[in-house]
């Protein structure tokens, strides 16, 4: 190796250890699960931290542990859970690095979900950070509530982002979701426009909110405005989440809305590639 | 290396009609086999066994009644039953003779028996009375080792009632030189013996032993060519009439030559499979590298023109089928260690050639493609994962995998060819391994492994550690101190250790005294012959005549005494919950649960020892009172919740299987109980012992003779299986489960190691969750980890299936190192599938 060369390496290792100065691995937040071996949510085999927190209160919501910032106690199988702990960065990575060699193996890695992770930035981008550091992907998968000065902070240590763009009509998200979706949508394009991560919309298939070809395909064209994005995943509403509601001693909004069904999802999925030429995957 | 061509053929109509054929009724027992070797021995009283055993595997391939099955190519059949089964005599009968009535309806592994094969049977028996190898075995065992056998801490049954098996022979040899080249050899040999050779007289007979087993084997092809031909003049199809000639021709060429084709060397391959196991009873005789030895024939007949890839996978598809005509009645208790009818003949593609290269080709594709095709638990199918592996054969694999079949298992080079060499094995030959059995590593060819040689049940020198040696009333193990004495935590490992050493020993003198056994009365020439270096040392295998010889026997419940060492240390040394005392007391309550028939019998039988001790007489009737008072004992209501208590409290315990180091490293410990001490023995075939840690099915039998073990476990229970957690213990998703796992020391069980996995259908759905799949598997290689198989089914299906049992006649599980049918199984074996758990989405 050449002199200059190696100055450039032990300026590069001086800054890195100065970076490290920066005490990303002791910032903490609140996490509400760790799901390792999850493979239907990004590329290879992930690990998922559920950050606590949500901006949004969706009808359909599958994890509606998730919404509150709080700490709160579940009954699941007739037994007391408390749902929400306090973490540092490390602790989570000392969890997402024992499966170091399943990412190595399926380009797997680290995914950040919620929740918002968005409503924690300084804990979710010193996640990312961290995992990056480990050298494996990381993905998040959130609906971009925040200021976009926020979410810029995040993107250098992000490889996909997936996006969730539940629907295209203010009024109608905000009755469904709570709040309406103008800064979402923009945010979806300032990610989109600034070229750093590879950005992925995530729909969830939702009976009686967007179940048709008609809001479906009003997404999937929005989507295909945004530049570089290539895929939209349909993800059909499930109603798993039933039992935590009650858990948690609050009723199931949805009912007994029925499941979309394999035909109709791949209605949809036919639909929008043969209008947009997106790839549309059913499921994460 | 030549590139493969992985597309796959379609699964021909005669495959369906064969496999139907097969199982149009229930597997049957016969008496000829057994009518035979005694017509034969009673003739030959006086010669050296050596040339009677030749002398009587020739009477029985001259004799034994053949047949040609409807749609056959690949031709040859034990019994004229399909899936039948005939019987070993000169290693035990009196088990069969018990079991009469009852076989045809015992829960595992049911066989029909006519009362004419009884009548039969029952004359020919008697010969072998105090001349089976089961009795010789006995009498040179130690008193202690009976004792302990006597107690349930191992049992060495396989052998000790069965032929040993577990190997795998040259068949690249007989396809490649024919039966007269390895009779050209031996008959060199015998030239060669000096005349002042001290051990002449026995070289001379052995070698001639394996002359008269060969040319037995040709003229028994030859009684085939003969059938077919026969079968073909009576033939109207056309079509029919010229595979029957072609068999005949077939036949009457192989195995006596070199095979001149792919089909000849199918053929020439069958013959080999189906007479060794003619020969002896042993099971797990195993084709191993399959797709490597049929290779440069298939290669050749392609080339050539002469084969197509249809007709090839035919072909195999046959020899599928066949691999399933042979079957094994065992003993009511040994069925149910190795439910679900099978031989465990394991098959392996892939992996790498002797000079390190990536191997697979054609035939590895189409092997797993056979599987898929017949879809029924014969072969055991393998493959084996190195780092250079071709990924599209990975992604087959996991293909079969998703069916459910429970195969193929996967075994990990890089951790396998290693631990080879560190016993003594040159790294081609280590290169070269195949599988046996279930899990156990082996060098083709060359080696007699004793694998299976007992069940080491790693729980009952734990709980004897806490009756000081005491079982059922009386001394059963050594004394390693009353309970009481035990004050620290490395003095309580301790007693384990010893515990284990004293019964390891013990163990070791029942597997030597059943080895010299089968050297004095199972010498097998024609397995002999086809195991280097028999013919060159001029010794039978069961004499030492191999290259490589080792025994292994197997340890299990490493999860359940990681998890019992983990609460020791923790609740009691480091928390001080409770004294070691009072866990005793609470192990011998059953944790307050109760008793069950057999506790409430072994307090009986205790008491009656103890009357008798004293000079009284004891009546049944005292006994059953006995028995009555302790079924109807019940614990003070205050004892009974603190032992509720002390079982929660080791519950909420973190347990083995969840990736937590400090619990992980105990296991780690605990398997080195059992595997360190072994490779200090020797076996008299000259070889040294090496562990394995896998039970079969034996879980479930043998935790139904532990009792109650400290990490929560009720008595009378199934153990953990291999080397897997205990079931429902693992609950932090496949990764951490595996992560656990490899922490073990995998090379020091050289003899294989068997880790479950039940995976939801629903993580193996996509094209995307097989590639996640495979990255799975070779994550737990990455570190070290040796062995995977799984169970891709849903509980829901499985529960379905034990309700209707009707409906599922053809659902595949992975039980051990082997699938078997479901509803088969007993149903304490098909609750344990059901618990172990499902490693699937979190979400």
Redesign the interface.
């Known amino acids: 190796m050449s002199a200059p060369a190696d100055m450039k390496v032990q300026a590069e290792i001086r800054e890195s250890s100065m970076d490290e100065s920066f005490d990303y691995l002791n910032v903490t937040g609140r996490i509400f699960d760790i799901q390792r071996y999850s493979i239907h949510d990004g590329i290879g085999i992930r690990t998922i931290v559920f950050l606590k927190g949500c901006a949004l209160r969706c009808r359909w919501c599958c994890n509606p542990e998730s919404q509150s910032h709080d700490i709160e106690t579940m009954i699941m199988n007739g037994k007391q859970k408390t749902c929400g702990r306090d973490v540092t960065v490390r602790e989570v990575i000392e969890t997402v690095r024992r499966d170091m060699p399943y990412y190595s193996r399926s380009k797997g890695g680290l995914t950040l979900s919620g929740g918002e992770s968005l409503l924690q930035p300084e804990f979710a981008a010193a996640l990312l950070k961290a995992g990056k550091k480990l050298g494996v992907s990381t993905a998040m998968e959130s609906m971009g509530f925040a200021k976009f000065e926020t979410i810029e902070k995040i993107l250098p240590w992000l490889d996909t982002y997936l996006y969730d763009i539940k629907h295209t009509d203010p009024k109608k998200h905000e009755k469904w979701c709570g709040r309406e979706n103008t800064l979402m949508l923009e945010n979806a394009r300032k990610i989109a426009e600034s070229g750093e991560v590879k950005l992925i919309i995530r729909v969830p298939v939702v009976p009686g909110f967007n179940d048709t070809k008609e809001e479906l395909l009003s997404i999937a064209r929005f989507a295909k405005t945004l530049p570089g994005v290539e895929e939209i995943d349909i993800l059909p509403y499930h109603n798993f989440g039933e039992d935590k509601y009650r858990g948690l001693g609050r009723d199931y909004p949805m009912g007994d809305a029925p499941r979309p069904g394999a035909e109709k999802m791949k209605g949809f999925k036919a639909a929008i590639e043969g209008e947009t030429g997106l790839y549309c995957q059913i499921g994460g | 290396m030549k590139p493969f061509d992985n597309t796959p053929v379609a699964k021909s109509d005669r495959i369906s009609a064969l496999v139907q054929d097969l199982f149009r009724k229930m597997p049957e027992i016969e008496a000829a086999r057994a009518e035979l070797i005694t017509e034969s021995f009673r003739s030959t009283e006086g010669l050296p066994v050596v040339t009677r055993k030749a002398l009587a595997f020739r009477h029985i391939l001259h004799n034994l009644p053949i047949v040609i099955r409807p749609g056959e190519l690949i031709v040859g059949s034990t019994t004229i039953a399909p899936r039948g089964c005939q019987t070993y005599p000169e290693f035990s009968y009196d088990w069969l003779e018990e079991e009469f009535d009852t076989v045809e309806h015992r829960s595992a592994d049911p066989f029909y028996i006519s009362e004419e094969t009884k009548q039969r049977l029952l004359k020919v028996n008697p010969y072998w009375k105090g001349k089976t190898t089961s009795e010789l075995a006995r009498s040179l065992m130690a008193p202690e080792t009976l004792r302990a056998m006597d107690h349930n801490m191992f049992t060495p049954g396989n052998y000790y009632y069965n032929g040993v098996g577990h190997v795998n022979v040259h068949y690249d040899r007989v396809i490649y030189e024919g039966l007269s080249g390895i009779m050209r050899q031996a008959a060199n040999k015998l030239k060669e013996v000096k005349f002042c050779d001290p051990s002449y007289g026995d070289k001379k007979r052995f070698l001639e032993a394996v002359i008269v087993s060969c040319q037995a084997v040709i003229d028994y092809a030859h009684r085939y060519a003969e059938l077919a031909k026969r079968e073909a003049e009576k033939e109207s199809d056309p079509k029919r009439r010229a595979e029957l000639l072609k068999i005949a021709e077939n036949c009457s060429h192989v195995p006596e030559n070199p095979a001149r084709t792919f089909e000849e060397g199918l053929q020439a391959f069958w013959f080999v499979q189906q007479t060794l196991q003619i020969e002896s009873s042993g099971h797990s005789i195993s084709p191993g590298r399959f797709d490597q030895y049929m290779y440069p024939l298939y290669e050749k007949d392609t080339e050539e023109g002469r084969l197509t890839r249809e007709y090839a996978q035919e072909l195999i598809d046959c020899v599928w089928v066949k691999l399933n005509d042979l079957n094994k009645c065992r003993d009511a208790a040994s069925a149910e260690g190795f439910a679900g009818y099978s031989l465990f003949q394991n098959l392996i593609v892939g992996g790498q050639t002797k000079d390190g290269r990536d191997a697979t080709n054609d035939l590895s594709f189409m092997c797993l493609d056979a599987t898929k095709h017949v879809f029924l638990p014969q072969p055991s199918i393998s493959i084996r994962v190195w780092n250079g592996s071709a990924r599209e054969l990975l992604l087959r694999a996991a293909e079969v995998t998703r069916t459910g079949i429970g195969f193929p298992a996967y075994y990990n080079d890089e951790i396998i060819i290693p631990a080879m060499e560190n016993r003594g094995i040159g790294i081609e030959d280590a290169r070269n391994y195949a599988i046996i059995g279930c899990v156990e590593p082996h060098v083709p060819g060359k080696e007699d492994g004793w694998h299976d040689a007992a069940f080491f049940n790693m729980c009952r020198p734990l709980e004897m550690v806490f009756t000081n040696g005491m079982d059922r009333g009386e001394e059963a193990s050594i004394k390693t101190g009353d309970i009481s004495t035990i004050t620290t935590y490395e003095a309580f490992k301790e007693a384990y250790r010893r515990q284990m050493e004293y019964n390891i020993a013990l163990m070791v003198n029942a597997d030597n005294a059943i080895d010299r056994a089968h050297a004095e009365l199972a010498p097998l020439p024609f397995e002999s012959c086809l195991i280097d270096d028999c013919i060159e040392k001029g010794l039978p295998l069961q004499r030492g005549g191999a290259h490589y010889n080792f025994t292994g026997p197997q340890g299990f419940g490493i999860a359940n005494v990681a998890d019992s060492l983990y609460a020791v240390k923790k609740l009691v040394f480091e928390e001080h919950k409770f004294t070691l005392s009072e866990l005793a007391r609470a192990l011998e309550m059953n944790f307050g649960a109760g008793f069950d028939e057999i506790l409430a019998g072994e307090a009986a039988m205790g008491v009656a020892r103890a009357l008798k001790e004293k000079g009284e007489a004891v009546t049944p009737e005292i006994i059953a009172s006995a028995v009555r008072s302790v079924m109807d004992y019940k614990l003070p209501e205050e004892e009974k919740r603190r032992f509720e208590e002390i079982r929660e409290m080791i519950t909420e315990l973190p347990k083995y299987g969840n990736?937590i180091d400090e619990v992980d490293s105990i296991a780690r410990e605990a398997a080195y109980f059992y595997t360190k001490p072994l490779p200090e023995y020797r076996n008299p075939r000259g070889g040294i012992f090496q562990a394995g840690l896998y039970p079969v099915s034996a879980n479930v039998p043998l935790g139904a003779q532990t009792g109650a073990t400290p990490d929560g476990r009720l008595a009378h229970t199934p153990v953990a299986d291999g080397v897997s957690p205990t079931s429902g213990y693992d609950l932090?998703?496949?990764?951490?489960s595996c992560?656990s796992v490899a922490r073990l020391d995998h090379a020091e069980a050289s003899n294989g190691t068997l880790f479950n996995m039940k995976i939801h259908p629903s993580?193996m759905t996509?094209d995307?969750?097989l590639?996640?799949f495979?990255?799975?598997v070779?994550?737990?290689f990455?570190?070290k980890g040796m062995h995977m198989q799984f169970n891709v089914v849903d509980r829901e299906t499985l529960l379905d299936a034990q309700a209707h049992p009707e409906k599922y006649a053809g659902l595949v599980v992975r039980v051990a190192g082997y699938s078997a049918l479901f509803t088969t199984l007993s149903k304490s074996l098909q609750d344990d599938i059901i618990r172990r758990t499902e490693?699937g989405?979190?979400?």
């Open positions: 990736d932090n998703g496949p990764t951490a992560n993580a996509t995307k969750d590639e996640d495979v990255s799975l070779r994550g737990y990455d570190q490693q989405l979190g979400r």
